[in-house]
């Protein structure tokens, strides 16, 4: 296959004083070396080089993973590290990560071959998970620290961290404490041993002592650096997610393939209609196709103006700007039912340009096939001849062009290639619809539809429907049928309780999905006690995963009570308590988070079938790729192409996605590289004896727990 060049003048030295890189000077005779931008990550199954590895994929930052309990793996020796390319010296990997220190038995050839390796070429290396001691430049954490839960502490990043590769974040590292009956987090916490060149990065207080001892700290020695983590974890737990970026960008310096940010996006679905409300007597909700009680009338929630004023405050208060997926027959039927007024729509149109605006279908009518509600659950209707009755293509064209001429006319700021149906139908949902409505497809070509919302918990993967590719949204566990606490509540213990507790039973029916509240939730006090700290941790989980998919909540949930400002002000009020100004959340409209989404799968294809290939040499780094294929890279602050910047700024570096282009990209950084050290004179060599990872004796490890969500 043609391959595109893309070429980088790098020029590091200022990263790499700041973290303190060795330093050593090449022989002016002597070829530069070329350093692949690849990780090796060398993994025992645990949690902690897991973390990382899933860490560098959502990024797309290449990596290669040997397993260490499988027999057929390859073995870690001078060939698979280095080679010689085209007569200059290769290292085939940036930085190495270990489960520990070193997982090798007693004298181990592999280690051996990787200190060597790490000391020729100045790779870092990254010890995911070991215990404190003075191996790794620490005193022992039980006697003279602490080994233990660290449930619930909170951490803080030195002046050395927020100087280094932890900057973006604030200060605080709280860890979480979910469950106190289950323990989440064990580690060590020890101070650095008399004259070892140990720099902490992440502290905590010592229980029962004046001093802190280190969670995350760099320790050199014989011509090696390492970054010492002493705390287990897994790729879901927030103090995890809090350090990731770090821990990447301080085994890469700063350079590497792949991008990550923190992204959150809102959908508020149904506005300018009406929401039906949950009945807490039938335990449905009157309106709804499965509670059709003829004596119980639909009870329905609409916002009102002083709603829109609230939301455009919050708006301005939190600089995030909300997504509305508008239902036009909402504010037509309301007009023509009320001799032509309607306060909410003329207030939304009063600051149309304060929101952006999604189509949502004329009448939210239900897009897949047509509907036997005369059983419940509902069923899909057959022709005569027993095949699905599905809505045709032309009901579907109208309800999408429909609801976009009335936008249009009416000035809404729209993007006629964005589409969500409502209740995401026309794409498939079991156990009723087990495939698309075959007419979906062709009706969104019809109207230009490229962007079609789907439920994550239902499709989460994106994929070609038609002209449009799917965009999934995370919803929210704050129902559209809610406008009330106490009604959230209510619900909420009808599906979340055993029948005998007087719940539906559907956690008992679905344990692998769901999980049954110990007791019901106090409909005074669970909302804001139980449901919201819930969604606030769920969400916020999304935001720090490098995830651009939107979440959805509903027109309801901003009417009555609000109850969806707490989640939404939980997620953001704890973001911005976490993180440094320089790395805000990303709030991207919904076409931009579906381009997201297409151009990383494209990116992680090439990268998995091997077809991109990157690595420095010197001042320069190459990029070789398959034409047409946009490349993610994050560099140093300071970086320009020609005369202009390089990428946008975020959490202390810059990064963009590149398009493939016939000539070369040249990418200049703030200043020269170091070279690799030379072999320090008279340093003795690194042993390479595997540590006792074992736990003291007198301590309990507890297995890590992997939070659910």
């Given at each position: 296959?043609?391959?595109?060049?893309?070429?980088?003048?790098?020029?590091?030295?200022?990263l790499?004083?700041?973290l303190?890189?060795?330093?050593g000077?090449?022989?002016?005779?002597?070829p530069?070396?070329?350093?692949?931008?690849?990780?090796?990550?060398?993994?025992?199954?645990?949690?902690a080089?897991?973390?990382?590895?899933?860490e560098?994929g959502?990024?797309?930052t290449?990596?290669?993973?040997?397993d260490?309990?499988?027999?057929?793996?390859?073995?870690?020796?001078?060939?698979?590290?280095?080679d010689?390319v085209?007569?200059?010296?290769?290292a085939?990997?940036q930085?190495?990560?270990?489960?520990?220190d070193n997982?090798?038995?007693t004298?181990?050839?592999?280690?051996?071959a990787?200190?060597?390796?790490?000391?020729?070429?100045?790779?870092?290396q990254v010890?995911?998970y070991t215990?404190?001691?003075?191996?790794?430049?620490?005193?022992?954490?039980?006697?003279?620290?602490?080994?233990?839960?660290v449930?619930?502490?909170e951490?803080?990043v030195?002046?050395?961290?927020?100087?280094?590769p932890f900057?973006?974040?604030?200060?605080?590292?709280p860890?979480?404490?979910?469950?106190?009956?289950i323990g989440e987090?064990y580690?060590?916490?020890?101070?650095?041993?008399?004259?070892?060149?140990?720099?902490?990065?992440?502290?905590?207080?010592?229980?029962?002592?004046?001093?802190?001892g280190?969670?995350?700290?760099e320790?050199?020695?014989d011509?090696r650096?390492?970054l010492?983590?002493?705390?287990?974890?897994?790729?879901?737990?927030?103090?995890?997610?809090?350090?990731?970026?770090?821990?990447?960008?301080w085994?890469?310096g700063?350079?590497?393939?792949?991008?990550?940010h923190n992204?959150?996006?809102?959908?508020?679905?149904?506005?300018?209609?009406?929401?039906?409300?949950?009945?807490?007597e039938?335990?449905?909700?009157?309106g709804d196709?499965?509670?059709?009680?003829?004596?119980?009338e639909?009870?329905?929630?609409?916002m009102?103006?002083?709603d829109v004023?609230?939301?455009?405050?919050?708006?301005?208060?939190h600089?995030?700007?909300?997504?509305?997926a508008?239902?036009a027959?909402?504010?037509?039927?309301?007009?023509?039912?009320?001799?032509?007024?309607?306060?909410?729509?003329?207030?939304?149109?009063?600051?149309?340009?304060?929101?952006?605006?999604?189509?949502?279908?004329?009448s939210?009518a239900?897009?897949?096939?047509?509907?036997?509600?005369?059983v419940?659950?509902w069923?899909?209707?057959?022709t005569?001849?027993g095949a699905?009755d599905?809505?045709?293509?032309?009901?579907?064209?109208?309800?999408?062009?429909?609801?976009?001429?009335?936008?249009?006319?009416?000035?809404l700021?729209?993007?006629?290639?964005?589409?969500?149906?409502?209740?995401?139908?026309?794409?498939?949902?079991?156990?009723q619809?087990?495939?698309?409505n075959?007419?979906?497809?062709?009706?969104?070509t019809?109207?230009?539809?490229?962007?079609?919302?789907?439920?994550?918990?239902?499709?989460?993967?994106?994929r070609?429907?038609?002209?449009?590719?799917?965009?999934?949204?995370?919803?929210?566990n704050?129902?559209?049928?809610a406008?009330?606490?106490?009604?959230?509540?209510?619900?909420?213990?009808?599906?979340?309780?055993?029948?005998?507790?007087?719940?539906s039973?559907?956690?008992?029916?679905?344990?692998?999905?769901?999980t049954?509240?110990p007791?019901?939730?106090?409909?005074?006090?669970?909302?804001?006690?139980h449901?919201?700290?819930?969604?606030?941790?769920?969400?916020?989980?999304?935001?720090?995963g490098?995830?651009?998919?939107?979440?959805?909540i509903?027109?309801?949930?901003?009417?009555?009570?609000?109850?969806?400002?707490?989640?939404?002000?939980?997620?953001?009020?704890e973001?911005?308590?976490?993180?440094?100004?320089?790395?805000?959340?990303?709030n991207?409209r919904?076409?931009?988070?579906?381009?997201?989404?297409?151009?990383?799968?494209?990116?992680?294809?090439?990268v998995?079938?091997g077809?991109?290939t990157?690595?420095?040499?010197?001042t320069?780094?190459?990029v070789?790729?398959?034409?047409?294929?946009?490349?993610?890279?994050?560099m140093p602050?300071?970086?320009?192409?020609?005369?202009a910047?390089?990428?946008?700024?975020?959490?202390?570096?810059?990064?963009?996605?590149?398009?493939a282009?016939?000539?070369?990209?040249?990418?200049?950084?703030?200043?020269?590289p170091?070279?690799?050290?030379?072999?320090?004179a008279?340093a003795?060599?690194?042993?390479?004896?595997?540590?006792?990872t074992?736990?003291?004796?007198?301590?309990?490890?507890?297995?890590p727990?992997?939070p659910?969500g």
């Amino acid at each position: 296959m043609k391959r595109s060049m893309r070429t980088a003048m790098c020029t590091v030295g200022a990263l790499i004083a700041t973290l303190g890189w060795p330093v050593g000077a090449a022989q002016a005779d002597e070829p530069a070396v070329r350093i692949d931008l690849r990780v090796l990550v060398v993994s025992d199954g645990g949690p902690a080089t897991d973390a990382i590895a899933a860490e560098l994929g959502r990024a797309g930052t290449p990596y290669t993973e040997i397993d260490l309990e499988q027999s057929a793996r390859p073995v870690i020796d001078e060939d698979f590290l280095a080679d010689t390319v085209d007569g200059r010296p290769r290292a085939k990997f940036q930085a190495v990560v270990l489960p520990d220190d070193n997982p090798f038995p007693t004298g181990s050839a592999e280690m051996a071959a990787l200190v060597e390796y790490e000391r020729t070429y100045a790779i870092p290396q990254v010890d995911a998970y070991t215990y404190a001691r003075p191996e790794v430049g620490l005193q022992y954490g039980v006697g003279s620290g602490y080994a233990g839960s660290v449930d619930g502490v909170e951490a803080q990043v030195t002046a050395a961290g927020r100087s280094g590769p932890f900057g973006y974040l604030d200060g605080a590292v709280p860890f979480e404490d979910n469950d106190p009956a289950i323990g989440e987090s064990y580690a060590y916490l020890s101070t650095p041993v008399a004259g070892a060149d140990f720099t902490p990065y992440v502290e905590a207080q010592i229980p029962g002592r004046s001093t802190k001892g280190s969670l995350v700290g760099e320790y050199r020695h014989d011509g090696r650096r390492e970054l010492v983590v002493t705390f287990v974890y897994n790729q879901h737990q927030q103090q995890f997610r809090l350090l990731a970026r770090g821990i990447v960008e301080w085994m890469t310096g700063g350079v590497h393939l792949g991008a990550s940010h923190n992204y959150f996006a809102v959908h508020v679905d149904d506005v300018l209609a009406a929401d039906d409300r949950w009945n807490s007597e039938l335990n449905c909700t009157p309106g709804d196709v499965d509670c059709t009680d003829p004596d119980v009338e639909a009870d329905p929630i609409r916002m009102t103006a002083a709603d829109v004023d609230h939301a455009t405050d919050w708006q301005d208060e939190h600089g995030l700007t909300l997504d509305l997926a508008y239902n036009a027959a909402g504010a037509v039927d309301h007009r023509e039912q009320n001799g032509g007024a309607d306060e909410l729509t003329d207030r939304f149109l009063a600051v149309r340009d304060e929101f952006r605006w999604i189509n949502h279908t004329y009448s939210h009518a239900f897009l897949g096939c047509k509907q036997d509600t005369s059983v419940v659950p509902w069923r899909c209707a057959t022709t005569a001849g027993g095949a699905v009755d599905w809505v045709s293509r032309t009901e579907i064209s109208d309800e999408i062009a429909l609801n976009r001429v009335w936008g249009e006319t009416n000035g809404l700021p729209l993007e006629n290639d964005e589409l969500v149906t409502g209740e995401h139908s026309g794409l498939k949902v079991t156990p009723q619809q087990p495939e698309d409505n075959p007419n979906l497809g062709p009706a969104l070509t019809d109207n230009g539809v490229t962007w079609l919302a789907s439920d994550n918990s239902r499709d989460p993967g994106q994929r070609r429907v038609g002209s449009a590719l799917t965009v999934s949204r995370y919803p929210m566990n704050v129902f559209y049928n809610a406008g009330r606490a106490a009604e959230q509540v209510d619900e909420y213990n009808w599906i979340y309780t055993s029948r005998a507790q007087g719940g539906s039973g559907i956690c008992e029916d679905n344990p692998a999905t769901s999980t049954c509240l110990p007791e019901p939730l106090d409909t005074a006090t669970g909302y804001t006690d139980h449901i919201v700290p819930l969604e606030t941790r769920i969400a916020l989980g999304h935001v720090l995963g490098n995830d651009p998919r939107p979440h959805f909540i509903h027109q309801s949930n901003l009417a009555e009570e609000r109850i969806a400002y707490p989640v939404l002000d939980g997620v953001l009020t704890e973001y911005a308590d976490l993180f440094a100004d320089d790395t805000p959340v990303v709030n991207l409209r919904q076409r931009e988070i579906g381009a997201e989404l297409e151009r990383r799968a494209a990116w992680q294809a090439a990268v998995d079938a091997g077809e991109v290939t990157a690595y420095r040499i010197g001042t320069t780094v190459t990029v070789e790729a398959p034409d047409g294929l946009a490349t993610p890279a994050t560099m140093p602050a300071g970086t320009t192409t020609g005369t202009a910047a390089y990428g946008d700024a975020y959490a202390g570096l810059v990064s963009a996605w590149t398009p493939a282009a016939a000539e070369p990209l040249t990418l200049a950084l703030p200043s020269a590289p170091a070279a690799p050290p030379a072999d320090p004179a008279g340093a003795s060599a690194p042993s390479t004896t595997a540590p006792d990872t074992s736990v003291p004796a007198g301590v309990t490890e507890p297995v890590p727990y992997a939070p659910q969500g």
